[in-house]
C-alpha cells in the first residue's frame, strides 16, 4: 500500500498534462480544422460546378448553335404571327416570342424538318447531300415578287436567248451593267401564272455559297418570304416552289390554330 501513492500522483500528473494539452490542442486547432474543413466543402463545390459548367458547355460546342428542341415559338413579323419549332430558327437569339424585323429559317429538304441529332450532319454541311434550305421572313417592300417582277425588270436586264437547263429552265445572263454581274437568272414558263424565277450565284462564289440560288415569293399578309438552295434543286423546281409555299402555309396557319 506504500506505494500506492507515489502511482497515484503519477497517473494525476499524466492526466493534468494530457489535459492540459487537449485543451491546447483545441484552442489552437479548432479555427483551422474549421478552415479546412470550409476549404474542402468549397472546393467540393468548385469541382461539381465546373463539371456541369463543363458539361452544359461541351454541349453547347457540340451543337454549334443548333438546337433539337421543338417548342413552338409565336413571331410577330409585320401583320403576320407565325407559330415555328425552335429547331427550325437559325439563330438563337431569335429563338423566344414576341414581334421580329425578320425571322430566319433553315430546314431540310424535302421533308422540310428542323435539326435533329439524326440529320446533325446535313445541317452542318458534313455530308455531301447540300439538302438545307435557308428561308427568311420580312414584311414585304417591293409591290411583286421575284415571279412578278420578271416582265417589268428582269426581262429588260437579262441577255436573250438564254440557255437551257433542267426541267424546262432557261439560263440567262446578266450584262456586267445590270447590277447583277456574277449571277444569271432562271426562268421556267407556267400556264396561267408569271413563270418561275430564281436568280442564281456563278463562278468561284457559287462553289463557295451553300445555297447559291435564291428566290422570292410572298406569303400571308404583305409578307415576303426570301429561300435560298443549292442550284441542284433546279432539276425539280416544280416540287421545291410548292414545298415552300406549303411550308410557310404551315407556319401561318399554325399560328392561326394556337390564336383560336
Not at 26 to 48: E, K, N, W
Not at 173 to 193: I, Q, T
Not at 235 to 244: G, H, P, R
Request: proline share 5%; with cysteine.
Amino acid at each position: 500500500m506504500g506505494d500506492g501513492r507515489p502511482v497515484a500522483n503519477h497517473v494525476s500528473g499524466c492526466t493534468m498534462k494530457e489535459a492540459a494539452a487537449t485543451q491546447q490542442f483545441r484552442i489552437v486547432d479548432s479555427p483551422l480544422m474549421t478552415r479546412v474543413f470550409y476549404g474542402l466543402v468549397a472546393l467540393a463545390i468548385l469541382s461539381l460546378a465546373v463539371t456541369v459548367a463543363g458539361k452544359w458547355l461541351g454541349e453547347r460546342i457540340a451543337m454549334g448553335g443548333h438546337t433539337d428542341d421543338t417548342t413552338i415559338h409565336a413571331i410577330v413579323v409585320g401583320d403576320n404571327l407565325l407559330a415555328v419549332p425552335a429547331n427550325m430558327i437559325r439563330f438563337e437569339q431569335a429563338r423566344r416570342n414576341g414581334n421580329a424585323e425578320r425571322l430566319d429559317l433553315y430546314v431540310r429538304y424535302p421533308a422540310m424538318e428542323g435539326y435533329s441529332s439524326a440529320a446533325r450532319d446535313a445541317f452542318n454541311h458534313a455530308d455531301a447531300s447540300d439538302s438545307i434550305l435557308f428561308l427568311g421572313f420580312s414584311e414585304q417592300i417591293m409591290s411583286r415578287d421575284m415571279s412578278g417582277r420578271f416582265g417589268p425588270i428582269y426581262s429588260s436586264l437579262i441577255v436573250s436567248p438564254g440557255k437551257p437547263g433542267p426541267a424546262g429552265i432557261t439560263f440567262h445572263e446578266f450584262p456586267e451593267n445590270s447590277g447583277y454581274l456574277g449571277e444569271m437568272l432562271a426562268v421556267a414558263e407556267r400556264p396561267g401564272r408569271d413563270p418561275f424565277v430564281a436568280r442564281c450565284l456563278t463562278g468561284p462564289a457559287a462553289e463557295k455559297s451553300l445555297a447559291p440560288c435564291e428566290r422570292d415569293i410572298v406569303v400571308g399578309d404583305r409578307l415576303s418570304l426570301t429561300y435560298r438552295f443549292p442550284q441542284r434543286f433546279l432539276d425539280e423546281w416544280q416540287a421545291l416552289d410548292a414545298a415552300v409555299e406549303n411550308f410557310a402555309a404551315s407556319m401561318l396557319g399554325a399560328s392561326a390554330a394556337q390564336s383560336r
